[in-house]
């Protein structure tokens, strides 16, 4: 699953950026899409996820600044990014989970993703 971020870039401190992420398709009916970061010397962090009953959910360092959505007719993912801040800066991925467990069986998403894009800078100033 080819996945292609965009939108980085560079920000005054305060400031907002949309990153996107566009795939070809899911093609399974359960899924989970998620944003990650990465600072140089630091751990990667996962800063929000969407699933496919729709749920979100968000690392508390980005609570309340940042909205993951999706536009599946277009099949593209969103990070919405406000508020910025300068420890925001990082390399931003976006990463699929993607499960063939049927409908009304147990899934636990966004346990595992093995689809990785090859990122976007985001540069904040102070």
């Known amino acids: 699953v080819p996945l292609v971020e965009s939108g980085g870039g560079s920000v005054q401190s305060g400031g907002s950026l949309r990153l996107s992420c566009v795939h070809s398709?899911?093609?399974?009916?359960?899924?989970?899409m998620g944003w990650f970061r990465q600072a140089p010397g630091q751990a990667r962090e996962g800063i929000a996820a969407?699933?496919?009953?729709?749920?979100?959910s968000y690392a508390n360092s980005v609570e309340g600044r940042f909205t993951i959505s999706q536009d599946n007719a277009k099949n593209t993912l969103y990070l919405q990014m406000n508020a910025l801040k300068y420890e925001d800066t990082a390399m931003y991925y976006c990463?699929?989970?993607?499960?063939?467990?049927?409908?009304?069986?147990?899934?636990?998403?966004?346990?595992?993703?093995?689809?990785w894009g090859q990122g976007t800078q985001v540069t904040v100033s102070s």
């Open positions: 398709g899911y093609g399974y009916s359960r899924y989970c």
């Open positions: 990463a699929a989970e993607l499960s063939d467990t049927p409908i009304g069986a147990y899934y636990a998403p966004c346990q595992l993703f093995l689809y």
């Open positions: 969407i699933n496919s009953d729709g749920s979100t």
